[in-house]
């Protein structure tokens, strides 16, 4: 037998009912079986379930010729079905409650798995993103170093080649642009233009 989200709750309010009857009299007993036993019926029917072989079956002994003897088992039988009733109604409520923390619990692994399966993939997308990564750094620094060698070949192969009378020419022009003056003997003479 099931118990519905729909149906906790009149489960949970049978159980209260319950515990107050056990103070009752035999007739408030007797009437509060019935009615469990009318709801039990009901929430088997609205559940497309057969309805257990404990719900019909609340007759009291009777004693033939035994007048008192009827009366003392059955106040006692009443008494005791109720309290077995109280341990089914119990058990109902246990088992619908384990069976809601069980689906949560199955919520929450397949939530933990959804999101595990959601951190792999984005740990491959990283790994890929690295992987582009050193490739675009191993470039870069490969670009680098051609550029580097590119500027020293571009420097080292300029070299200018003048003979000893353009240099003699161009050295008495840097002198004197610059205010000295070397005589033929080697003297430097600094004057002011």
Same mark, same amino acid.
């Given at each position: ?48 379930? !057969? ?18 003897? !009827? ?37 929450? !692994? ?44 571009? !420097? ?38």
């Amino acid at each position: 037998m099931t118990i519905t989200d729909e149906q906790i709750n009149k489960l949970d309010t049978l159980i209260i009912e319950g515990i107050v009857v056990l103070s009752s009299l035999q007739q408030g007993k007797k009437n509060y079986i019935n009615k469990v036993q009318d709801i039990i019926r009901s929430f088997c029917i609205g559940n497309g379930e !057969t309805i257990p072989d404990w719900v019909d079956q609340a007759f009291p002994p009777i004693y033939i010729g035994d007048e008192e003897h !009827t009366n003392q088992a059955t106040k006692d039988y009443y008494s005791e079905l109720l309290l077995r009733l109280l341990n089914v109604l119990r058990e109902l409520q246990s088992q619908y409650y384990s069976r809601k923390q069980l689906d949560e619990i199955k919520k929450q !692994t397949n939530e933990s798995s959804k999101q595990t399966v959601e951190a792999q993939k984005q740990t491959i997308e990283t790994q890929k993103a690295n992987k582009w990564t050193k490739v675009a750094v191993v470039i870069s620094g490969v670009a680098v170093v051609v550029s580097i060698v590119a500027v020293c070949f571009s !420097t080292c192969t300029r070299t200018v080649r003048v003979d000893e009378t353009q240099f003699q020419e161009i050295k008495q022009h840097c002198l004197v642009d610059s205010g000295i003056r070397i005589g033929e003997d080697g003297s430097i003479d600094y004057f002011s233009q």
